[in-house]
Nanobody
Framework: QLVESGGGLVQPGGSLRLSCAAS????????MAWYRQAPGKQRELVAH???????DYMDSVKGRFTISRDNAKNTGYLQMNSLKPEDTAVYYC??????????????WGQGTQVTVSS
């Protein structure tokens, strides 16, 4: 399973770092991603990182958010800087996890609330 942490309330311009740790018997993680869903809106892809470390971001967070991973810890991160009120949402991590040497399975984290407000 994936366990998220790091959400909370922050003022505009502030920073937060989200973590997503995979636990249980796994053989590694392939791609990872962060999504978010604001009230009344569809879930949207925020950032993605491949097994090789290549990254991609939605336009509105480019230059402010950074996705990274620590393969030794089976953990992914989303560093969020210069936060804006429109970044307020529940953030979810998603990972394709090797459950044996060959089989990938998609897992979702439980979601963590990020609120940007003065």
């Amino acid at each position: 399973q994936l366990v998220e942490s790091g959400g909370g309330l922050v003022q505009p311009g502030g920073s937060l770092r989200l973590s997503c740790a995979a636990s249980g018997r796994i053989f590694g993680i392939n791609a990872m991603a962060w999504y978010r869903q604001a009230p009344g809106k569809q879930r949207e892809l925020v950032a993605h990182i491949t097994s090789g470390g290549s990254t991609d971001y939605m336009d509105s967070v480019k230059g402010r958010f950074t996705i990274s991973r620590d393969n030794a810890k089976n953990t992914g991160y989303l560093q969020m800087n210069s936060l804006k009120p429109e970044d307020t949402a529940v953030y979810y991590c998603n990972a394709f996890v090797y459950i044996d040497s060959y089989t990938l399975k998609s897992y979702w984290g439980q979601g963590t609330q990020v609120t940007v407000s003065s």
